[in-house]
T-cell receptor
Framework: KAGVTQTPRYLIKTRGQQVTLSCSPISGHRSVSWYQQTPGQGLQFLFEYFSETQRNKGNFPGRFSGRQFSNSRSEMNVSTLELGDSALYLC??????????????FGPGTRLTVL | DQQVKQNSPSLSVQEGRISILNCDYTNSMFDYFLWYKKYPAEGPTFLISISSIKDKNEDGRFTVFLNKSAKHLSLHIVPSQPGDSAVYFCAATKGADGLTFGKGTHLIIQP
């Protein structure tokens, strides 16, 4: 079974630009979560999508948005990029049964550098 | 304010000995705790978890202990092996919320 894939793996943008990251979950997984990892803050939860609906949201500004398609693939968008947005963005998929916490499977991440 | 804290950025342990990684949390509403392991250039991989109604969970060489009164959990690895060298993240969640992670502890296993 293929794992979680994220594209692109590396990205360089300049301040003020916008960026879209893509995540393909494990086949059959309907939940996709996004996390930001920085050296100073560690791993921080951005949002979770389930069946094309945002189910949970972390404490990030509105410049960070996402969506999920009918095939469970998800995209994350960051508008008006700031230097502080430079980070590793991780996507995780899980099969949510609704009866507790399910194990999340992480992709390799997209390394975003904002110049 | 960080709700999940891993106060040791790094830990060095001799091969064959026990590795103990610690994690503290402040939110008493957390009801599930997880440990993830991360190698460079890879995403975190799930290691072991524990529900707040338990105080111990064991899986092979890995054991997680939960002390709810102290809001503290620890991961024990026995015996430690070279392949265990990685960054270990403690995470917690409540209900259907997203995971709250600590900043990680870099475990180095010395030969």
């Amino acid at each position: 079974k293929a794992g979680v894939t994220q594209t692109p793996r590396y990205l360089i943008k300049t301040r003020g630009q916008q960026v879209t990251l893509s995540c393909s979950p494990i086949s059959g997984h309907r939940s996709v979560s996004w996390y930001q990892q920085t050296p100073g803050q560690g791993l921080q939860f951005l949002f979770e999508y389930f069946s094309e609906t945002q189910r949970n949201k972390g404490n990030f500004p509105g410049r960070f948005s996402g969506r999920q398609f009918s095939n469970s693939r998800s995209e994350m968008n960051v508008s008006t990029l700031e230097l502080g947005d430079s980070a590793l963005y991780l996507c995780a998929s899980s099969f949510r049964t609704g009866t507790g916490v399910d194990e999340q499977f992480f992709g390799p991440g997209t390394r975003l550098t904002v110049l | 304010d960080q709700q999940v804290k891993q106060n040791s950025p790094s830990l060095s342990v001799q091969e064959g000995r026990i590795s103990i990684l610690n994690c503290d949390y402040t939110n008493s509403m957390f009801d599930y705790f997880l440990w993830y392991k991360k190698y460079p250039a890879e995403g975190p991989t799930f290691l072991i978890s524990i529900s707040s109604i338990k105080d111990k969970n064991e899986d092979g060489r890995f054991t997680v202990f939960l002390n709810k009164s102290a809001k503290h959990l620890s991961l024990h690895i026995v015996p430690s092996q070279p392949g265990d060298s990685a960054v270990y993240f403690c995470a917690a969640t409540k209900g259907a919320d997203g995971l709250t992670f600590g900043k990680g502890t870099h475990l180095i296993i010395q030969p």
